[in-house]
Structures are given as structure tokens and as C-alpha cells.
């Protein structure tokens, strides 16, 4: 699940969420409220965001929820091990190509995927392709949860091209 940072109003605190914490804990969520220092005048948005950083410091790993949830352990943390840095200007910039090219394209959306949703994949299919985007149960990195299942729907896709 998720990993929440609940941060007060101005002139609250932390036991402002103190309802909240169990219930979303109850849900398999991870949840920290937050004090914000706003007694300290001195207390600028840095020393705000210091706050939180602090309040969730040593938290259980949200990426875990988004890209491995439901990859098996071991293969997720082979993956962690394996991650690179993504420094590249090539996600900073954008898309160089008027038109997507002539060529026969798939758009495989995993249904379980917590990164990009299924209602925002499918209108993304639509709308950025022109195609209507195929499905199939798995998470962001269905290439480790679901390899075969993955492995049949790209050999179907080949076998419909011939």
C-alpha cells in the first residue's frame, strides 16, 4: 500500500490526524502525522519540509508499493540491487516526433499497475496513440511478477503480424 506524511492547518499539530492514522493503518497503509514547528517564528518552508522529511525518515520504502508490490521478494530485491540512476535529459525534454511512426503498435496495460493507472493509461492509449490500449492483470514491473503471461501476449502480438 501506500506510505502517507499527513501534515496539519495552520494551528494544528499532529494529534489532528490521530483518528486518521489507525484507520489508514487498519487499510495496510503506513502513516505518519507530522509537526509542523509553526510555534518557532524563524520557521520558514525549509524548516517545514525538514519536518517532514524527518517525520518519515526510515519509513517502509513506498517504491516498493508503486513498482514491486507484487513482485516476488527475492526478484525485487534483485531489481533494487540492479537500479540505475535515470539522469538522462531524454524524460526532461519533449517528444521530438510530430506523429507516432507507421509502424504496428501495441499498448499493454497492466491493470495493477500503481505508477500509471488504469484509467489514465487507457486515455493515454487513446489519445497519444489512437489505439485502444490491450489488458492484462499484473503491476508496474510485469516483466518480473508475470514473465510468462508477459511472454505469451507479445508472442500473440507477433504471431497476429505475420
Request: hydrophobic share 40%; aromatic share 8%.
Amino acid at each position: 500500500m501506500a506510505t502517507f506524511a499527513l501534515i496539519h492547518g495552520g494551528g494544528g499539530s499532529a494529534w489532528d490526524w490521530h483518528l486518521v492514522v489507525p484507520a489508514l493503518e487498519e487499510r495496510g497503509h503506513d502513516a505518519v502525522a507530522v509537526d509542523l514547528p509553526s510555534g518557532t517564528e524563524a520557521a520558514g518552508w525549509r524548516a517545514y519540509a525538514g519536518a517532514v522529511v524527518e517525520a518519515v525518515a526510515g519509513r517502509r520504502d513506498g517504491i516498493d508499493d508503486v513498482f514491486y508490490h507484487d513482485v516476488p521478494p527475492q526478484l525485487a530485491a534483485e531489481a533494487k540491487r540492479r537500479e540505475r540512476d535515470e539522469a538522462a535529459r531524454a524524460l526532461r525534454e519533449p517528444w521530438p516526433l510530430d506523429a507516432w511512426p507507421e509502424t504496428p503498435t501495441r499498448y499493454l496495460l497492466c491493470r495493477d499497475d500503481h505508477m500509471f493507472r488504469p484509467a489514465w493509461a487507457r486515455r493515454h492509449a487513446r489519445e497519444r496513440l489512437g489505439i485502444e490500449a490491450d489488458e492484462m492483470d499484473g503491476g508496474h514491473y510485469v516483466s518480473l511478477s508475470r514473465p510468462r503471461e508477459l511472454a505469451e501476449r507479445l508472442d500473440a502480438y507477433a504471431l497476429r503480424l505475420r
